[in-house]
C-alpha cells in the first residue's frame, strides 16, 4: 500500500526529497493524472459553439465591393532563395589525432604544451573561437580543476572561468579557503563551442592528449573535475556526475595514480540553485584532503 505524504514525519518527507534531487528529479507531478483529451474535447466544444451564435457584425447584408477599373497587373516573379544548408560537423581523419597526440607529447613544459596547442590546426572549434583558452591560476598548485569548455566571456577574455559561473568558482574556492593564487584552472576544450554547445565526441578525443599531458606536466596531488564531460573523459565512465559526484577516485594516466573528486559544474549550480548543498559537501571533503596533504 502506498504511503501518503500526510502521514510521513518531517525527517521522512525530508529524505524522501533529498532521494529524489539525488536521482535527477527536477520538477513534481500533480495528485491526480489530469485527463487532456478530455479538456482538448471541452475545448472543441467551446469552440463550435462560440462559431454557431450569430454574430452582429455578421448579420448585416454583406456590401457589393466597388469595381475596380484599373488594368490587371501580373505579380513581379520572386527570386527563389536557396534552401538552407543544414550545418554539419566535420569529423577529421585519423591524421589530426596522430598529430595532436604528437604534439601533446613533445611538450616538456606548459609553455611548450600552450605553444603546441596555438599551433594545432585539427580542431574545428579553433576556427569559429576568438580565441585559445588555456589555463588560470598557479601551475604548481596542489589542485588543480578541469571544467567543460569555454563560454561567452571566457572567449572574449582568453582565460577560463572568468564569466558568471567562475564568479560562482571563485566564490567557492574562497569559502574553502582557496583562490587562483592556490589553484589552478583549465578546460577539457581550449576554444568555445558555437553557441555553447556541448562538446562533441570527436572534439574531446581530439583535445584529450593536450589535457593529459597537461595534468602531467603540472603533477598537482589533487585533480577535481567539474561537471560530466570532465569526469567523464578523464574518468573513463559513463555513470552522470549525480552519481559520481562526492565519492573519492584516482585519475590514472600512466603509471600515476592521483586523488581525484569529481563534483557538480558552477554553470549548472547557476540552473540548479537548490544543487549547491551537494557541491558545498564536495568542497569540504577537498578542503579536509588538502588539510590532510599539509601534514603529510
Not at 450569430?54 to 513581379?76: D, F, G, I, Y
Not at 581523419?93 to 590546426?121: H, K, M, N, P, V
Not at 603533477?219 to 573513463?236: D, F, H, T, W, Y
Request: aromatic share 6%; proline share 8%; net charge negative.
Amino acid at each position: 500500500m502506498a504511503t501518503l505524504a500526510s502521514d510521513m514525519d518531517t525527517a521522512e518527507l525530508a529524505a524522501l526529497l533529498h532521494f529524489y534531487a539525488e536521482c535527477g528529479v527536477a520538477e513534481l507531478c500533480e495528485d491526480t493524472a489530469i485527463d487532456r483529451f478530455e479538456q482538448s474535447a471541452e475545448i472543441l466544444k467551446a469552440r463550435a459553439r462560440s462559431q454557431s451564435q450569430p454574430n452582429a457584425a455578421t448579420s448585416q447584408p454583406a456590401q457589393k465591393p466597388a469595381p475596380n477599373l484599373a488594368p490587371e497587373r501580373k505579380p513581379a516573379a520572386q527570386p527563389i532563395a536557396p534552401a538552407p544548408v543544414a550545418s554539419q560537423l566535420t569529423i577529421p581523419g585519423a591524421a589530426a589525432f596522430e598529430d595532436a597526440r604528437g604534439l601533446a607529447a613533445s611538450a616538456s613544459t606548459i609553455a611548450e604544451l600552450r605553444s603546441a596547442l596555438d599551433g594545432f590546426t585539427g580542431c574545428n572549434l579553433r576556427h569559429s573561437a576568438k580565441s585559445l583558452v588555456f589555463a588560470d591560476g598557479n601551475p604548481e598548485a596542489e589542485v588543480m580543476f578541469i571544467g567543460e569548455a569555454p563560454g561567452r566571456e571566457e572567449d572574449l577574455q582568453g582565460a577560463p572561468f572568468v564569466g558568471r559561473a567562475g564568479q560562482l568558482l571563485d566564490r567557492m574556492l574562497a569559502a574553502v579557503g582557496l583562490s587562483r593564487d592556490t589553484a589552478y584552472i583549465t578546460n577539457i576544450i581550449p576554444w568555445r563551442p558555437p553557441g555553447n554547445r556541448t562538446p562533441a565526441a570527436h572534439e574531446i578525443e581530439l583535445c584529450r592528449p593536450f589535457v593529459e599531458r597537461h595534468i602531467a606536466l603540472a603533477q598537482p596531488r589533487i585533480v577535481v573535475m567539474l561537471g560530466n564531460i570532465a569526469s567523464k573523459s578523464l574518468l573513463e565512465t559513463d555513470k552522470g556526475i549525480l552519481s559520481l559526484r562526492g565519492t573519492w577516485m584516482e585519475y590514472k594516466l600512466g603509471g600515476t595514480a592521483t586523488p581525484a573528486m569529481p563534483t557538480l559544474h558552477p554553470a549548472y549550480l547557476l540552473r540548479n540553485p537548490a544543487q549547491k548543498r551537494l557541491a558545498w559537501a564536495d568542497f569540504l571533503s577537498l578542503q579536509e584532503r588538502l588539510e590532510q596533504l599539509k601534514g603529510s
